[in-house]
């Protein structure tokens, strides 16, 4: 069982940067691959960003690619999401997941824990 807590959201103007994190319990954090997920009102969860574990890959989707790092730390049971250059379309709740494998995949159904999440609002 692994428990995630995301913090870090909140109101930011856009081209603003936030950093998310994902804290989770037990101590088995680095044998989970994470990921970033988001979801804005009446839309579908979309995978935005995950980090393997071993040998810590990243994965981002087109959307997010070069503004938003994934990145965790093993010592610290701890993910994270840098966000930069915020723009409006970026605002959702953001939730960080769990998956029990080696690979990274942006479908939610092959996550096995999930946070409550976060919300992140960008004005224009």
């Known amino acids: 069982q692994v428990q995630l807590v995301e913090s870090g959201g909140g109101l930011v103007q856009a081209g603003g940067s936030l950093r998310l994190s994902c804290a989770a319990s037990g101590r088995t954090f680095s044998s989970y691959t994470m990921g970033w997920f988001r979801q804005a009102p009446g839309q579908e969860r979309e995978f935005v960003a995950g980090?393997?574990?071993?040998?810590?890959?990243?994965y981002y989707s087109d959307s997010v690619k070069g503004r938003f790092s994934i990145s965790r730390d093993n010592a610290k049971n701890t993910a994270f999401l840098q966000m930069n250059s915020l723009a409006p379309e970026d605002t959702a709740v953001y939730y960080c997941?769990?998956?029990?494998?080696?690979?990274?995949?942006?479908?939610?159904?092959?996550?096995?824990?999930w946070g409550q999440g976060t919300q992140v609002t960008v004005s224009s």
């Open positions: 980090i393997t574990r071993g040998d810590v890959s990243t």
């Open positions: 997941a769990a998956r029990g494998s080696r690979w990274s995949s942006t479908d939610p159904s092959a996550y096995d824990y």
